[in-house]
């Protein structure tokens, strides 16, 4: 004897009802949204119409067409600022990782004093970008040149800051000085996610130590080492404050950031100018981050 359900001739179970959003999840939702579309996303259309135009910022404005977009093309300073940003920003994140990385393994080994050597690394994480620039600039003009005057060292005996070939070196310095321990803190969380019995695995199949970190610690952290990437590379480009610290963009326009020039740019009264010049950078930041991701596609496995 064949039973039915309620509602249904075949013998099936009704479908359940599509569950309704609760109410509560708009009333963050929106208050949210709506701050940042005022905030974001009408600043940067209207920027981006801006961008048009031969505004100063202030008073009267005409069209100008893509004039300033073609202009950009042809400007030294613009295609020198974006030149040492990228390179500025792929050395950077190469020095980070690769000493965050170092710090992170020998910081989750079995050393002593293991929390107070990482509270100790963390310190530079709360204290502002633009102090840790001064500081180093002192460094950098002063103590540095009195100990290669001292040690007879030429290339330390003046301020690196003034050498137009060497001051990207100091820039990259203190960069990596301040974000070390956040790279590290990822890879540490990544580090101890990782059992105890894949080493001990390896070390019964005879792996060496050398063997253990490059066959079995970085493809099981492989999916940290992209998120380090991605967001490193992402603020590096957005290089700013630790350079007018340090450098102000000089000397001359050597060490002059994408960002700063844009900002120069707002001040000097070329907005409109260096609108166009934020939105071709926006562009190539998408592309960057697009290319990236597609790279690294499928490696972001945590602990996989």
Same mark, same amino acid.
């Given at each position: 004897?064949?039973?039915?359900?309620?509602?249904?001739?075949?013998?099936?179970?009704?479908?359940?009802?599509?569950?309704?959003?609760?109410?509560?999840?708009?009333? !963050?939702? *929106?208050?949210? $949204?709506?701050?940042?579309? &005022?905030?974001?996303?009408?600043? @940067? %259309?209207?920027?981006?119409?801006? /961008?048009?135009?031969?505004?100063?910022?202030?008073?009267?404005?005409?069209?100008?067409?893509?004039?300033?977009?073609?202009?950009?093309?042809?400007?030294?300073?613009?295609?020198?600022?974006?030149?040492?940003?990228?390179?500025?920003?792929?050395?950077?994140?190469?020095?980070?990782?690769?000493?965050?990385?170092?710090?992170?393994?020998?910081?989750?080994?079995?050393?002593?004093?293991?929390?107070?050597?990482?509270?100790?690394?963390?310190?530079?994480?709360?204290?502002?970008?633009?102090?840790?620039? !001064?500081? *180093?600039?002192? $460094?950098?003009?002063?103590? &540095?040149?009195?100990?290669?005057? @001292? %040690?007879?060292?030429?290339?330390? /005996?003046?301020?690196?800051?003034?050498?137009?070939?060497?001051?990207?070196?100091?820039?990259?310095?203190?960069?990596?000085?301040?974000?070390?321990?956040?790279?590290?803190?990822?890879?540490?969380?990544?580090?101890?996610?990782?059992?105890?019995?894949?080493?001990?695995?390896?070390?019964?199949?005879?792996?060496?130590?050398?063997?253990?970190?490059?066959?079995?610690?970085?493809?099981?952290?492989?999916?940290?080492?992209?998120?380090?990437?991605?967001?490193?590379?992402?603020?590096?480009?957005?290089?700013?404050?630790?350079?007018?610290?340090?450098?102000?963009?000089?000397?001359?326009?050597?060490?002059?950031?994408?960002?700063?020039?844009?900002?120069?740019?707002?001040?000097?009264?070329?907005?409109?100018?260096?609108?166009?010049?934020?939105?071709?950078?926006?562009?190539?930041?998408?592309?960057?981050?697009?290319?990236?991701?597609?790279?690294?596609?499928?490696?972001?496995?945590?602990?996989?």
């Amino acid at each position: 004897m064949s039973t039915t359900t309620p509602g249904s001739a075949t013998g099936t179970a009704p479908r359940s009802r599509r569950r309704r959003t609760d109410p509560v999840y708009y009333l !963050f939702l *929106f208050p949210a $949204l709506i701050l940042f579309t &005022l905030a974001i996303t009408l600043p @940067a %259309l209207l920027g981006f119409g801006y /961008s048009f135009t031969n505004s100063m910022g202030f008073g009267d404005w005409d069209l100008v067409g893509v004039r300033n977009y073609i202009a950009l093309f042809r400007d030294e300073g613009v295609v020198s600022a974006y030149l040492f940003t990228l390179g500025f920003a792929l050395v950077t994140v190469v020095v980070v990782n690769a000493i965050g990385f170092a710090l992170a393994l020998g910081l989750t080994s079995r050393i002593r004093l293991q929390s107070l050597l990482r509270t100790i690394f963390v310190l530079p994480m709360v204290i502002s970008g633009i102090i840790i620039a !001064f500081v *180093f600039q002192f $460094l950098f003009s002063n103590s &540095l040149p009195a100990i290669g005057q @001292a %040690l007879g060292i030429d290339v330390l /005996s003046s301020s690196i800051l003034a050498n137009e070939d060497l001051a990207w070196i100091a820039i990259v310095v203190v960069t990596a000085w301040s974000t070390i321990p956040s790279t590290m803190l990822i890879y540490i969380a990544g580090l101890v996610t990782i059992p105890a019995e894949v080493y001990e695995a390896g070390a019964i199949d005879g792996a060496t130590g050398l063997q253990q970190l490059w066959r079995l610690t970085l493809p099981l952290v492989s999916g940290y080492v992209v998120i380090n990437t991605i967001l490193g590379f992402k603020n590096y480009l957005n290089a700013y404050d630790i350079i007018v610290g340090l450098t102000d963009g000089g000397p001359g326009t050597a060490t002059r950031s994408v960002a700063m020039s844009i900002f120069k740019g707002f001040s000097g009264g070329d907005y409109g100018y260096q609108m166009a010049n934020a939105a071709v950078f926006f562009v190539i930041s998408i592309i960057i981050a697009v290319v990236q991701l597609r790279i690294t596609r499928g490696k972001a496995s945590f602990g996989a």
